[in-house]
């Protein structure tokens, strides 16, 4: 019962969340366009459906996956499974943490690759390419720079290192990279690095940061806790343009090894033509 009561309560916030939107819109639709919504009833169905999915996922949000990032936090920063049984942990080294960097890892991989918004533009960039981009590609490609992303950030909340520093040289990275990465790719490139930070990544990231800045002496939640969000925005931008920089060095390369491959056939048939017409001069001498 008191889960129904929680539901409500989190329904009505959404609800007066949502208000503004759907003002928006159906001012311009009925001021601004000056036109009757098409097939009202089925809009008015599917903004239901809306309202109820947002209302259960942030319920779950609370229940499932903010306390399920913050024990994974907790039990794998904890001094008896760091220290094998010991209950205080004397100093701190951040080669301690290494299962830490290790799920930060895994987690960020898995849920970009569950991210229905990386998903959505993934098909999206394939179609309008007409295939030149391909969608299982481009998503591995960003949730390898998550991965190594949050595990990055990870790092940084055990070492208690300024974030800055590490945002500036991955800016100055990305700007690098921008330069001399396809033409093609750099739009879709800054694009994945904000579709990563959606409904499935963020909830688990955040409360990761939060029960890691929590657990580990010497952190501050505010300071330490929030950040990897950052990280994960980030790194997808350095990854999908490494992937299409390796990915044309590797067609270029391929390029120049099938033109090698043709010279020396045309050198191979220009030598035997020549011993052809050496064989025949020297029989027209004699």
């Known amino acids: 019962m008191s889960l129904f009561l929680e539901f409500l309560a989190t329904l009505k916030e959404t609800v007066v969340d949502v208000l503004p939107i759907l003002s ?10 000056r036109k009757p919504i098409p097939n009202i009833k089925q809009v008015g169905f599917g903004f239901i459906y809306v309202l109820i999915g947002l209302a259960l996922f942030l319920l779950g949000l609370e229940k499932a996956l903010f306390p399920l990032g913050k024990m994974m936090a907790e ?33 960020g991989f898995s849920t970009t690759i569950a991210e229905p918004s990386l998903i959505a533009v993934a098909i999206k960039a394939e179609e309008v390419s007409g295939g030149a981009i391909n969608a299982n590609s481009l998503r591995i490609s960003v949730a390898i720079g998550v991965a190594i992303g949050i595990a990055l950030g990870s790092y940084r909340i055990v070492v208690g290192h300024p974030i800055h520093y590490y945002i500036i040289a991955g800016y100055i990275v990305v700007v690098i990279q921008t ?73 270029l390369l391929a390029k120049q090894r099938l033109e090698k491959r043709n010279r020396s056939k045309i050198e191979k048939r220009n030598d035997k033509l020549k011993q052809q017409d050496s064989i025949k001069e020297s029989k027209n001498n004699r």
Not at 94 to 103: C, G, L
């Open 179 to 251: 330069f001399y990465c396809p033409k093609l790719i750099v739009p879709l490139a800054y694009d994945s690095g904000g579709v990563t930070t959606s409904t499935v990544t963020v909830p688990l990231v955040a409360a990761l940061g939060l029960g890691l800045a929590s657990t580990i002496p010497g952190r501050s939640p505010l300071i330490d806790g929030f950040g990897l969000i950052a990280f994960a925005s980030l790194f997808p931008i350095i990854a999908v343009m490494a992937y299409a920089q390796l990915t044309e060095a590797k067609a």
């Open 75 to 107: 039990q794998l920063t904890a001094p008896e499974f760091i220290q094998a049984g010991e209950q205080v942990l004397t100093s701190i080294h951040w080669s301690d943490y290494k299962w830490v960097y290790i799920f930060a890892a895994a987690i």
């Open 24 to 33: 928006i819109i159906l001012g311009f639709q009925l001021l601004v366009i």
